[in-house]
Every structure is written in structure tokens, then in C-alpha cells.
């Protein structure tokens, strides 16, 4: 296993010439003993890596592996071709899952140019070695077969092909029959409808001897099958941001609300005696409609059989909403006294949101762009110097360390 340190370092090339040394000598064990040539090897890593060494930081490159294959049943290189990109990437239609371009260039020490390179998802190898194996696709795999690796007839794709068709379909299918037989109002995949119909016109071309036309066929079955898999897997996505935004929300409301109540004289000052009374009345009518309103959630999660989650978000979101709205009057008096305020006042509360919003969207995109720290701090150096330099009235070496360090910390984070 190569270590997670920045690829460029002595430690992680010489940890990848042992490596390299260790396929060498398993590729050397496998063919001095077996000797029929009948051997696949598939050489990948599991993902990628930033400059830095890591790889959770979102960065395309984490997503980049390598997949070299070779031996039994896996076809020869081909020279780069017309049909393939200028930077010799194979137009083999492969659509990715995630959004970035596999741009990456292969390495000129390789020795792989002029070579056509294909690219694919990594959910694909699992039917590549499945195909290689002679053995059916694992169960729940959402990969598709990359023809482009494997030596076989026209015949022999085509079965595989629809093999890994019938195996995505048959996920699809299951997960079709469990969110129906569990659902209140289904919604079906409706390009899917008649999806017997399109394995019977495959397995008529299989008859007739179009094998081109049958591939094709059921690769756009297979296309259509991963579709419906992606609708069912979000299939209540709607639901569900809609009740986590709305806990946002409210926890965020309630929070400014119990701050103002709790840790300002605004309660006292705007609520008189009376009307603290009525407001405790209120408050368990509110809480006993939100229990009921709870109760006939739950019921409803029961009988679609949903997962312990959405138990939880829902009823964190009725609670919270349910103590804001027994805060309905505090926050009608509130309302009525902050309508008297002049136009000022709205400016410095709204001057200071966006600033708060600011820093924290800084703070968020920071995570995968390290550079907003170089910025940050060295400008926080800059500043820090001059307002110590000016507050220190004594000759001080404060100043001159504060902005060095700051310095020090913009330069580590390039």
C-alpha cells in the first residue's frame, strides 16, 4: 500500500518502486507456474490523490485512479485513431458519474504514447473481472461493461452485454416492487414500463443474427436501468430537503429566539403581565397540535415503513416549529416594536449578517480552495502589524512576531 503523502516526495516514490517491484514478482510467480497463458491481471488502486497527499478534499484528482489490464481474454493496445480526442482518450461514450473532466494526461515516463487510452467509471471494473472470470456480475454492481477491454466475438459481447442488462434491471426491478408494495402514492419509472418488451426484441435480434443491433439495444436498456435506479434512489429526495431545510431553519429561528428572550430584557420589556399569562395558554394549545400533527407523520412513516432517519428529521422539525410557534405573539410584539426603528438600525443588523454569512461561506469554500488562507492571512498580518504597532506605545517586538507568524501560515497553506 502506497502511503498518503504528497506524490512528488523520495519517501512516496521509492514506497512506489517497491510496489512495482512486488506486481513484478506476482506476475513472475503466476506465469513461471501456471504456463498457459490464460492469466487476466487488472491493476488499479481504489482512488486518487491530491498534490498534498490527500483525498477528501474534493478535488478532482482524488477521483482519478489507474487501470491497466492485461493478459487472457483482454484485447491489445491500439494506436491512437481518428475516432479517439487529441489528448488520445478513447470516444467510447463513457458518461461519468461525477461532474469533473478526466483530463488528467497519462505520464510521458509510461511510455504509452501514440497508445489509445479508455477511460472508465471504477463502479465498471467489477463486470470487467466478472467477464473475464466467466462469472455473473456481483449482485448489487451498478457498473457497466467496457467492451473496449475484452477480446471476444460478436456473439460472446452480446451475451455478456446482456447479461450485465439483466443484472442492473433486476436491481431496478426490486427496488420498483419494494418502494410500491411500501408506498402510499406511487410514482413508476415510466421509461421503463414495457421493459419486457425491449429484452424480447433483444433476444429476436439474438435470433436473427443482429448481434450489433441486440448490444445496442441493451445498452440503452442498461442506460435506462441505471436511470431508474438513480429515480428510486432519490425517490423521496424532495421530502426529505424539505424537511432537513426547514430543521435548519427553525433551529436557527429558535435559537435567535430563545437568545432574545432568554439573555435580553426585550421579554420583559415588551410582553406586560396579562399578556405572558394568555401567552402560556397559547402555548399548550400550539404544542398540542404539533403532537397531534407529529402523530399523524409517524403514522405515515409506519405504514411506508421509511428508515429511522426521517422519524428523526421529521420530528425534529415539528418540535422546533412547534416552539416557534408558540413564540407567535412574543414575536408579533417583537415585530411591532422593530417597525418603529429607523431605517439605520436595519442597515448595521443587516450590514452585520452579510458579514457573518461572508466569513462563514470563506470558511466553507476554504475546505477545498486552501489559497483563500494565503490571502486571509496575509492580509491579517498586514493589519495586525500596523494596529499593534500603533497601540504598543513602547518599542515592541509584538508587532514584527505577529506578522511573521501570519506570514509563516500564508506560505504553508499555498
Known sequence: MVMHIAPSSSIYLNNVAVVDSIAERVYNLLEDYYKDNRTAYVFTADHGMHDKGSHGDGHPSNTDTPLVVWGAGVKHPKPISSSSHGDGHSDC??????????????????GLHGIERVDVNQTDIAPLMSTLLGLPCPVNSVGSLPLDYIDMKK?????????????????????????????????????????STLLDQIEDHISNGDYEAARKLSENLRDLALQGLRYFQTYDWLMLMTVIILGYIGWMTYIVLHVLQSYTSLAGDILTKEQADHLTDYTRKVQLCGCLFLGLLRVILFMEQAPPLYHAYTTMTVFLWTQISSEYRFIKALWKQLHGREINYFTKVGAACAVSVFILEYLVNSFTERKLYTWCFLTVGVIAFLYLFKSIPWRSGIPFFVCGACWFLSVSDI
Open 93 to 110: 461514450g463513457t458518461r461519468f458519474v461525477d461532474d469533473h473532466m478526466h483530463d488528467t494526461p497519462t505520464p510521458k515516463e509510461w
Open 155 to 195: 456473439t460472446d459481447e452480446v451475451e455478456a452485454v446482456l447479461a450485465n442488462t439483466k443484472q442492473v434491471l433486476n436491481q431496478f426491478v426490486r427496488k420498483s416492487q419494494t418502494k410500491e408494495a411500501t408506498s402510499l402514492y406511487f410514482k413508476p419509472f415510466k421509461p421503463l414500463g414495457h421493459y
